[in-house]
Nanobody, 128 residues
Framework: QVQLVESGGGLVQAGGSLRLSCAAS????????MGWFRRAPGKEREFVAA????????SYTNSLKGRFTISRDSAKNTVYLQMNSLKLEDTAVYYC?????????????????????WGQGTQVTVSS
């Protein structure tokens, strides 16, 4: 079991930036991927970004490319989401997720239901 603790959410004005962090902890685990998802009020959960732990390669939902950047600190088992030029529609609860079951050598990105562990979520509110 992997515990995920997110931080960095808050209230920000449109056009501003926030950086979310998610630290993974536990015993005897090996990360294959970590991802960020979000759920806006009244909407389904959506994929934001993911990072392949072994190589650092990244994947983004198309609409967020160029504004959001996912990165990792392997030594700290921590993943980050840098969010720039925030818009009102970025308001959501952001969740990080860890995949410890997939092969770290797979070229396929895991789907949401393949992530084994989820954080509690952190609220991001963008105001006008």
């Amino acid at each position: 079991q992997v515990q995920l603790v997110e931080s960095g959410g808050g209230l920000v004005q449109a056009g501003g930036s926030l950086r979310l962090s998610c630290a993974a902890s536990g015993r005897n685990f090996s990360l294959s991927h970590m991802g960020w998802f979000r759920r806006a009020p009244g909407k389904e959960r959506e994929f934001v970004a993911a990072i392949r732990w072994r190589t650092g390669s990244t994947s983004y939902t198309n609409s967020l490319k160029g504004r959001f950047t996912i990165s990792r600190d392997s030594a700290k088992n921590t993943v980050y989401l840098q969010m720039n030029s925030l818009k009102l529609e970025d308001t959501a609860v952001y969740y990080c997720a860890a995949d410890v079951s997939s092969s770290p050598f797979s070229a396929r990105w895991p789907g949401a239901n393949e992530y084994d562990n989820w954080g509690q979520g952190t609220q991001v509110t963008v105001s006008s």
